[in-house]
């Protein structure tokens, strides 16, 4: 666990391992945003989250970054210590029923034999390919983003301010989703400066961390929190109540901005802004707007 505590901040390790998440244990701000277009082509899938009220929790596989959700992990530094206790938390998961010193020499027996194993390069790396593809096949993520006035975000995501940004209430929608079915947990990306040597040991849900892990240099400017549930490619209905804030981007031309005061009519408890970019100082300037 010392090489864990080196690498994560102390509060995430004891969040993924109580299983509990407390928004503001987590510092979860009290909105979160997602970049969309609007209308760019027809039947979008991204026109989904205001028309149908349709969040995508989308399996890893889809990522546009190939890397993510392929975070390695140091099985090769493991020592035997290291794979007996990892082999004695996952035994309960295989093997719940075990008592007494039958779990402790079961633990030996399979922490013994992942140590041999895991002396061989070809092994450590057939490992990491099992987790991951364990990731892609478990998990269903929605990322969103913690500020609605990112200049890159609109650029990258809000097609070139000409689309959305559409705010929810964290607590309301974990609620929402909750209470249709959902159960789903939340968590900020955790950035690095150096690739962390993190060696799974049982206690943390290594599989999690997958998806959690991002190069600061590279991504720190998406600001992100993830959202997941054990159903990859899930489209999840939510409540009208979720929606709290809903950014038009300014180069939305007319017709568009018609059609989409008309979806957001539904919304009795919407803010309605305009996001415009300063070219020069490559910020974003914020104006409420009136839905007529």
């Known amino acids: 666990m010392d090489n864990l505590n080196r690498a994560l901040p102390k509060k995430i390790i004891d969040i993924m391992q109580s299983k509990t998440v407390v928004l503001p244990d987590i510092g979860a701000p009290i909105n979160l945003y997602k970049y969309r277009s609007w209308c760019k082509k027809k039947d979008s899938p991204d026109d989904k989250v205001i028309v149908d009220n349709e969040l995508w929790f989308s399996s890893a596989r889809n990522f546009s970054d190939r890397n993510d959700a392929k975070f390695r992990f140091r099985y090769d530094l493991m020592s035997l210590q290291d794979c007996i206790n990892r082999a004695y938390h996952l035994s309960y998961l295989d093997a719940p029923e075990m008592i007494g010193t039958d779990r402790i020499c079961r633990a030996q027996k399979f922490g013994g034999k992942t140590y041999e194993r895991f002396r061989t390069p070809n092994e450590v790396a057939l490992a990491n390919q099992n987790l991951t593809g364990n990731a892609i096949d478990t998990f269903g993520i929605l990322s969103t983003c913690t500020i609605p006035d990112s200049y890159k975000m609109w650029q990258e995501y809000g097609d070139n301010f000409k689309g959305i940004c559409v705010g929810f209430n964290v ?105 415009t970019p300063e070219e020069e100082s490559q910020a974003v300037k914020i104006r409420p707007i009136e839905n007529n």
Do not use: H
């Not at 206690?203 to 993830?226: A, G, N, P």
């Open 171 to 275: 607590e309301t929608l974990i609620g929402d989703l909750n209470k249709n079915g959902i159960r789903c947990n939340i968590m900020p990306i955790l950035y690095y400066d150096e690739y962390p040597e993190i060696i799974p040991d049982g206690e943390v849900d290594c599989i999690e961390l997958t998806f959690l892990l991002k190069e600061r240099e590279k991504f720190l400017w998406e600001q992100e929190f993830r959202i997941w549930t054990t159903k990859p490619n899930l489209a999840a209905k939510v409540s009208n109540i979720v929606y709290t804030e809903v950014y038009v981007g300014y180069n939305m031309n007319r017709d568009k901005r018609k059609k989409l005061f008309k979806q957001l009519s539904k919304y009795s408890n919407v803010s309605l802004f305009e996001a």
